[in-house]
Structures are given as structure tokens and as C-alpha cells.
């Protein structure tokens, strides 16, 4: 008999309005009557909602099938009708529905619920769910004996079901398993596990393992790995070790007889610590043995990982022990003809992969193009429907990044620096590969292809230069489809030195126009200039916004004139902004494939992309040009001149620049404060900055030096000078979601004391893992490895009261911002010379914590309520509005961002403005 029992009947109450992205703010109405976890089913209750026939709803019961609830026809719910005035977005709906779980005897089990953000567990902790079904995450959940309220907290994302389909297709499962050694494996009893895989349906669900292919002949391409491991034991455990070993699958599992190969290893960070319930990915370096497995099935990968248990008394050795991996077969892979994985280190210092495609012939031309492809939402990069889409190029390279998963973060932010560092992963896999000869087999009679070292005989043909390059890493041609698309245009305005020319298809302009944010149920609560400042926190994704960066790049976008998904105004738009400013009405033409929808076969594999691409060589230098920008941490060099600071953070910057026939570049400024040049910047004689003339410009050509052109604050005139270690640049702009931009580990700080904190602290670790299978290092305050020993560029997330984690106060007394916690009798929050200390206030904000250029988050309040409501707000996924500080109330939960007291920036002196 199971230890527990899920009921098959679910309660549902909705629908509700909501707004795209507007969750985590709260904005649910049934909160003005106690909230769902206080309401008891009853069949006579109503409660407004306008989304329905007569403006009330009440109570009804669905059976699930196998753990699967929904999807949900609430067929009172006029969508039709109310699509008139608001298009798909008011299919932007909530509900809830509960179930009971039912206890038979004590146990510990993984518990997960995909296709919802949230559920609770008695109306009490919240747990973060899997949204978007990735199947990569579960949380250990102790259960007494015992009757269960589960309540699930329901959104119809149109991004994720889709928009347009009546009834809206909203539903989500339930997963409960027992954490039993005999069905996971656990070594130690009751320490750890390697993290079920679910997402391959035929494949042993034992753990999940990153590897590169191995090539056929030569061996690893790449020689990182990870494996993640959760920690499902009630002490903290510490990895010491990892062995990565082939073994002959035919063997006993574990038996040493079965071991073909052993690799030796190396953690990419030592003593790596794993507090109860969390997930890490373990990254590990191993020496590549070259063309030493045969190319047969029965090779699997394992792994042997060391463990002690940490109770922070003492270590207490454990013994080692073994698990298969789920992706445990070892592909083959003929690189000549085949796609290939790679793993490389990504900017975090995690282990990632991204495919490649070598061209038909390997040429040394170093101005060739490197092509990048950006795959759509939901789509793996390893698909091969994905990596087939685009053919075989002549010479070019393709490289099809992850952008961290599936879904990433609209190709903004970590996904965007993903990008840049699967290029250098490819280039440093070069040495890697030998180039392809032809040579006549032993008869004579026939070519045959194989791969050769570095010699020779007579009777090879070299096919392929010897001394072979992969490409120009700043001659790029990106290429993708529908989110993808829109990662094309964002990348384009962003880095456009690095690239000559794009192809995007079926591209939304930004979040807010795909799935309109006018829906929001905030909205009707909240001051306009509070709404602004909220919106200034995404506005460096706004890619309209932006398209004057990109005026001297090739364009061929791409639509069906079908398209119900992404419309084609988005990529008509575009299109006509574009060449307005270019001052010609017919200088890109949108390519339309007539009658097709969303996605079409020949989509990049037609005559009119083939001929695009293979056209691309040169990228002409505009003699006047327009440089855009909100945020200079989020954009590189534009015609050579990187933004380093503007005078007023997060508000448009612009420097339009005019070259004269006697090589002279005159510039105006809106908004800057400094900038420096790149390398990219063209060879002027002369440099005109409204007004102030520079010359011998050679000399200050710096693609990362600390000399600035900076205006004066008291003459307002330029000059030349060092960069000013006190005042803020694009080294530490935010807003808050920069965080998961760290360069390392993101640390998580949390009391000595205090389960829930530690409650807190895995809900953020699982949403940083979920969403951008990133690493967090979960630490007490007590530490002082958490606060002294840090490394550069890194973020830290501090949770607690003042009064509770010892580290708050120390960071605001060294590092002063303007905003510090008075102490009364009733503790307040000051920021600036506003006083905010109702019950219930909280507060999210950033500023530097150290000498070292760390940033440190601090979520603090009034009382654990405040507490509460600030934390929601740490964003987890792309198009969350949360500027660099807000100051949040109990009222959230009900009214969303009319709950919201205050919220703003930072001066470049560290002095907070905004909505105060």
C-alpha cells in the first residue's frame, strides 16, 4: 500500500483576471475575502469576476486523470466577446483549485506540479512550480500523518498554452514519489541523488548528465561536464569528488569488471556544499583520452561521486557510491556530416552545450561569418528538427546555442551572454578537430572520407585547408525563429559591431506588445508615475526602441502571412521603423511567405535565404548615425563608442554622430555622462563632443581600459579621464534581475535561525536552476566566507529581518545608499528622507556589499510580512518590472501594484530617486 493518497476530485474557483507577467505582484481578488486558502467550497458562494456571463463565479469539481487537472472549460467565460475590444490578452486568466492529500504514515517524497507557478500546502508554504513543464526540478517535502490541503494557484499564460482556443487550454499535473533508495539509487542512505530526468520519455530516468558527443576518431568535443545532484537528507552534504568512468553496459551495475574507461577529473569548484532539498549542477573537468572507444552501444557513462555529510559540528566521512546517467548511452557522432554537441564553460562558471554544424569545406579565410541560430520557446537546441532547419553552408559555421533552456530568458540577459560564450566555446574546440582529407581505399576505385591528424601520404587529397579557422567572432549572421526572432532583433541593437547581418523570423517587437500588459489587474490601483518607473526596469528590451543601432546591418525578415501566433504587424513594424530611419521607404522589404502560418519547412532553407546569406560580406560605415540606449550593462560597442554611464539612470540616451569629409566625427549627447571607444571605432582623425574637439585618438582606442570620455559635472564640458571607482558604470547598472548575470555561484545569505528563511532561500535556488539552470551556494550569515571570501562579480542575495541576518546592517554601514532600517518601536524603512514603517512594509533593493565589486540583494521589512511580500517580487523569468529598489505592502496580494508604496533607481552616486 502507498503511504499516500491524492484525491481524484479537485475544488475549482475562477476565472480571474490577470496580467501578463503580473503573478508574482499578487493581484488576486479573492485576497479582499480572506484569500483562497480561508474560503471553504460551497455551492451557493459567488464572487465577481467580469470575464463571465452575469460578472459572478462560484464553485465547481473536476476529476483529474492520472494527476493531470484540466484542461478547464469555464463555460460561462465570454472569450470570444471579450477578445473584441482586448485581443488574446484577456484570455490572461487565474483560477484556483485544491486538492486534498492524505498521509498513512510519516514520509519524505519529491513533490512537483508542472504548468503553474505556485501551489501551497495547508494555505501555509509556498512552492514554486514548473511552468513550463520542464521536468528538471522537485521539491522534498516532509509529511506527518495526516489530511493535506493542496492548493494551486492556476494562470492561463498565453505563452505558454497558447492564445485563441476556445476554451483556453489551462492545466497542470501533479507529481508525488517516495524518496525510496531501491527505486532512486540513493547512496548514503537517505544523503543524496542524482536528479531525475523525466523530459526523455525511453531513456533510464536515473539522473540528469551534461556531456559533449563523442566524436568519431578524435575523442570528447569539450572536456566539461555536470551532473546535478539534490541533496535529500536532513543534513547538509559537501561534494569532494567526481569520477566519471565508461563502463560495458552488459556488466552488473557498479562491478568493477565492467569499467572500460576511467577519466580523471576535477571540480570546477571545490567542497561544493548542498544544503537539505536543494539542487546543484556539479561542473566537473575531465582529460579527454582521443579515439579510444569503439563505436559500439554498449558503452554507458557513470559516474562516482564522494560525499561527506556536513552537520557543521563535525565531517563525517561517507562512502563512495555509483549511479547510471539518464542520457547513458555514448553517441557516436561523425562530425564530417553530423551536427555535434560541445560543452563549454559559460560566464557563471556552470557547464553548458550548444550545438555546432561545421560548413562543406574548412577554409582559413578569417573574414568569413560565423552563424549563429536562436531556437523558439520550448524547443531543445539538440532538437534535431531545430539543428536540420538550416542546411549546410559552404564555408560558414552554424552554432545553435541554448540560451540556457528551452525558454531561457527571451534570448535577454543570461541567455544573451550564453550566446557570446558558446562562440568561444566553439572557437577553443578548434585545435580539437583535424582537417578532412579524401583518400582512394584499397582497391583503389572509390573516395572514401575520413579524418586525418597532421600528416599526410601520397594518396590523400586535402579537401579541407590544414590551418582551417572557424570564423570571425565579430562577423555574425544570426538567424531564428519566432522567440528566436525576436533574440535576433534584440541581439542586433544590442552588439551590433559584432554583427553583419540577420535573418529573423516570425520576431514579436517586446513581452509587452506579444502578450499585452493592459490587463493588469494593478492597473486600476496604482499611480501612472509608478507604472512608469515599474516599466523603465524592461525597457532595455524594447528592441523598437533600439533600431537605430542597427541601421548599417543586412536584414531579411521573415513571415507567413498566416501567422496566428506571433502576427505578422510585429515583423511589419519593424520593418517600416527601420527604414524610416534610414530615410528610404524600400530599403528592407519584409519577406513573406504567402498562405503559411507560424512555421514553415522551408522557412531558412530557401532560395531567398541561401542567396541572402551567401551575399553577406562587408558591412558598410553609416556617415551619420544614432546610438539608443537605457541601460549601458546591457548593450555593447555601437559604431565603435561603448556608453559607460548616463547622467540620468534607466531614462533615454542617445549621442547622434555626423562624419565630415575631412575624417572628422561630430557628436551630440543626450543624456551621457561617459563613454569610451572600442575597437570597432572607425580611424577619425578628429573627435568633436558638442563642442569639445579631441584629437590623436589612436591612442585611447580601448576595448577595456578605464579611460572615459566624461563630461564635468560643474563646467559641463568632455574631457578625458580614468574611470571613477565610486560612482556607478556598466560594470554595476541593474535592474535587480542583473543578478543572474552573476560571474559566479549566486550566494544566497540567510540567518542562523529560521526555517523559513531556508524555505525562502530553496525556492530561489530551484527558480535560478529551473528557468537558466544556474548554481546557488546557500550560506549562514554566520559564515564569513560569505561576506569576506567573495569573487569578482558576483551577486548575494541577503534574507531576513535586520534584526535577525548580522550581515544586513554591515553592508548598508559600509557601503551607504540612502536607504537604511530605523530602529523604534516599530522598526521602519528609509529611504531617502520618505519613512515607510506600516506593519506589513517590506523591501527589495541592490547596491555594492564590498571592495571586491560584489552586489549584494537585500530583501528585508518591517516584520516577516513585509518580508513575505518583498521576496515574491525577486524576478525569476523575463519581463518581471522590478527596477533597482521597491518598497512593497500586505495590500500586493489583493491589488497587486497598487500595493506597491515606492520603487526606483539609483543615482551615479548612489542615491535613490523614483517613485517616493
Known amino acids: 500500500m502507498s503511504n499516500f493518497t491524492l484525491s481524484k476530485t479537485w475544488q475549482i474557483l475562477g476565472p480571474f483576471p490577470i496580467g501578463t507577467r503580473e503573478q508574482d505582484f499578487g ?7 480572506g484569500g483562497f486558502s480561508k474560503l471553504r467550497y460551497s455551492a451557493g458562494a459567488k464572487y465577481p469576476s467580469e470575464l463571465v456571463d452575469g460578472g459572478f463565479v462560484g464553485w465547481s469539481m473536476l476529476s483529474s486523470i492520472n494527476h493531470t487537472v484540466g484542461p478547464i472549460d469555464f463555460r460561462n467565460a465570454r472569450w470570444k466577446d471579450n477578445g473584441v475590444p482586448f485581443g488574446w490578452s484577456i484570455e490572461q486568466y487565474q483560477a484556483w483549485a485544491r486538492g486534498i492529500l492524505v498521509v498513512h504514515q510519516p514520509t519524505k517524497v519529491f513533490m512537483q506540479i508542472s504548468g503553474v507557478s505556485e501551489y501551497y500546502i495547508n494555505g501555509e508554504k509556498r512552492y514554486h512550480g514548473d511552468c513550463y513543464n520542464y521536468n528538471t526540478t522537485t521539491h522534498i517535502v516532509h509529511f506527518e500523518k495526516g489530511k493535506y490541503v493542496i492548493d494551486v494557484r492556476m494562470v492561463h499564460d498565453i505563452r505558454i498554452f497558447g492564445g485563441g482556443t476556445t476554451p483556453p487550454q489551462c492545466q497542470f499535473q501533479v507529481l508525488i514519489e517516495p524518496t525510496k533508495k ?14 531525475p530526468s523525466q523530459t526523455k520519455k525511453d531513456a533510464d530516468p536515473m539522473c540528469e548528465i551534461l556531456m559533449p558527443d563523442y566524436l568519431k576518431d578524435i575523442g570528447f568535443a569539450g572536456s566539461f561536464g555536470s551532473v546535478s545532484i539534490q541533496n535529500i537528507g536532513d543534513d547538509s552534504i559537501v561534494v569532494k569528488s567526481i569520477t566519471l568512468c565508461v563502463v560495458d553496459s552488459r556488466s552488473l551495475e557498479g562491478n568493477k569488471k565492467g569499467l572500460f574507461v576511467e577519466y580523471k577529473t576535477d571540480l570546477l569548484v571545490k567542497n561544493i556544499s548542498i544544503i537539505p532539498g536543494q539542487i546543484r549542477p556539479i561542473g566537473f573537468q575531465f582529460q579527454k583520452e582521443w579515439g579510444s572507444l569503439p563505436a559500439v552501444e554498449i558503452l554507458k557513462y557513470w559516474v562516482r561521486i564522494s560525499l561527506v555529510v556536513d552537520d557543521r559540528d563535525e565531517m563525517t566521512e561517507q562512502n563512495e557510491f555509483v549511479i547510471r546517467a539518464s542520457c547513458s548511452k555514448i553517441t557516436h557522432v561523425d562530425w564530417i556530416k553530423s551536427v555535434f554537441k560541445f560543452t563549454f564553460l559559460d560566464y557563471d562558471n556552470t557547464v553548458q552545450y550548444a550545438m555546432a554544424k561545421r560548413p562543406d569545406i574548412l577554409t582559413s579565410n578569417p573574414k568569413k561569418p560565423i552563424i549563429i541560430a536562436l531556437h523558439g520557446a520550448g524547443v531543445e537546441a539538440d532538437s534535431s528538427f531545430w539543428t536540420k532547419s538550416i542546411p549546410t553552408q559552404p564555408s560558414s559555421w552554424i552554432l545553435f546555442p541554448t540560451g540556457r533552456t528551452p525558454w531561457g530568458y527571451d534570448w535577454h540577459g543570461p541567455s544573451t551572454r550564453n550566446v557570446f560564450k558558446s562562440l568561444e566555446g566553439l572557437k577553443a574546440i578548434q585545435d580539437l578537430l583535424p582537417p578532412h582529407f579524401e583518400c582512394i581505399d584499397s582497391a ?3 573516395w572514401v572520407n575520413v579524418s586525418a591528424p597532421d600528416e599526410t601520404s601520397k594518396t590523400l587529397k586535402a579537401r579541407d585547408d590544414k590551418e582551417w579557422v572557424i570564423g570571425n567572432m565579430d562577423r555574425l549572421i544570426l538567424m531564428g525563429h519566432s522567440n528566436g526572432g525576436q533574440g535576433v532583433w534584440h541581439l542586433a541593437v544590442h552588439f551590433p559591431d559584432k554583427i553583419i547581418a540577420v535573418v529573423p523570423a516570425a520576431g514579436y517587437l517586446k513581452i509587452q506588445d506579444y502578450v499585452s500588459f493592459a490587463n493588469w489587474v494593478g492597473n486600476s490601483f496604482s499611480d501612472p508615475s509608478l507604472r512608469a518607473v515599474l516599466e523603465s526596469a524592461i525597457t532595455e528590451y524594447n528592441n523598437d526602441l533600439h533600431l537605430s543601432n542597427m541601421i548599417d546591418i543586412a536584414v531579411l525578415p521573415r513571415v507567413g502571412t498566416e501567422d496566428d501566433n506571433v502576427p505578422p504587424l510585429h515583423t511589419r513594424k519593424y520593418v517600416r521603423i527601420l527604414n524610416g530611419l534610414m530615410k528610404n521607404s524600400t530599403a528592407i522589404k519584409t519577406s513573406e511567405a504567402i498562405g503559411q502560418g507560424h512555421w514553415w519547412d522551408s522557412v531558412f532553407t530557401d532560395k531567398i535565404v541561401q542567396d541572402f546569406l551567401i551575399k553577406q560580406h562587408e558591412k558598410p560605415s553609416p556617415r551619420e548615425f544614432c546610438i539608443t540606449s537605457t541601460n549601458p550593462a546591457g548593450i555593447g560597442s555601437v559604431n565603435g563608442i561603448h556608453l559607460e554611464q548616463i547622467t540620468v539612470p534607466y531614462r533615454l540616451a542617445k549621442i547622434k554622430g555626423v562624419e565630415s569629409n575631412e575624417n572628422i566625427l561630430s557628436i551630440k549627447t543626450t543624456n551621457v555622462s561617459s563613454f569610451r571607444l572600442t575597437r570597432h571605432f572607425k580611424g577619425y582623425q578628429k573627435l568633436v563632443i558638442d563642442g569639445d574637439r579631441f584629437s590623436h585618438l589612436e591612442k585611447i582606442h580601448t576595448e577595456k581600459g578605464n579611460v572615459v570620455f566624461s563630461m564635468d559635472k560643474k563646467s559641463k564640458r568632455w574631457k578625458l ?17 542583473r543578478m543572474y548575470e552573476s560571474k559566479s555561484a549566486l550566494t544566497i545569505v540567510i540567518p542562523e535561525k529560521g526555517d523559513h528563511y531556508q524555505h525562502v532561500a530553496l525556492q530561489i535556488a530551484h527558480d535560478w536552476y529551473l528557468y537558466g539552470r544556474g548554481d546557488s551556494r546557500i550560506v549562514y550569515d554566520g559564515d564569513i566566507a560569505a561576506y569576506d571570501k567573495c569573487s569578482s562579480g558576483g551577486y548575494r542575495v541577503y534574507l531576513g529581518l535586520p534584526s535577525e541576518n548580522k550581515l544586513i546592517d554591515q553592508i548598508i554601514s559600509d557601503k551607504p545608499c540612502g536607504i537604511e532600517f530605523e530602529k523604534s518601536a516599530l522598526t521602519g524603512i ?8 506600516d506593519p506589513g512594509t517590506g523591501i527589495l533593493f541592490m547596491q555594492p556589499c564590498n571592495q571586491h565589486g560584489e552586489m549584494a540583494i537585500i530583501i528585508s521589512g518591517v516584520d516577516l510580512i513585509g518580508f513575505d511580500s518583498a521576496w515574491r517580487l525577486l524576478p525569476k523569468r523575463t519581463g518581471m518590472m522590478v527596477p533597482e529598489w521597491i518598497v512593497t505592502s500586505s495590500e500586493m496580494k489583493s491589488i497587486g501594484l497598487g500595493g506597491v508604496l515606492g520603487a526606483g533607481y539609483f543615482d551615479n552616486e548612489w542615491k535613490p530617486f523614483g517613485f517616493i
Not at 571613477?724 to 535592474?735: C, F, I, L, Q
Not at 528609509?830 to 514603517?837: F, H, I, Q, S, T
Request: charged fraction near 30%.
Open 182 to 195: 531501491e527505486d532512486l539509487m540513493v547512496y548514503p542512505e537517505d544523503c543524496a541523488v542524482i536528479t
Open 27 to 33: 493581484a488576486d481578488p479573492l485576497e479582499c475575502y
Open 444 to 446: 583503389g576505385e572509390d
Open 721 to 737: 579621464e580614468q574611470v571613477k571607482s565610486t560612482e556607478r558604470n556598466a560594470a554595476n547598472y541593474g535592474p535587480i534581475h
Open 830 to 837: 528609509k529611504v531617502g528622507d520618505k519613512l515607510y514603517n
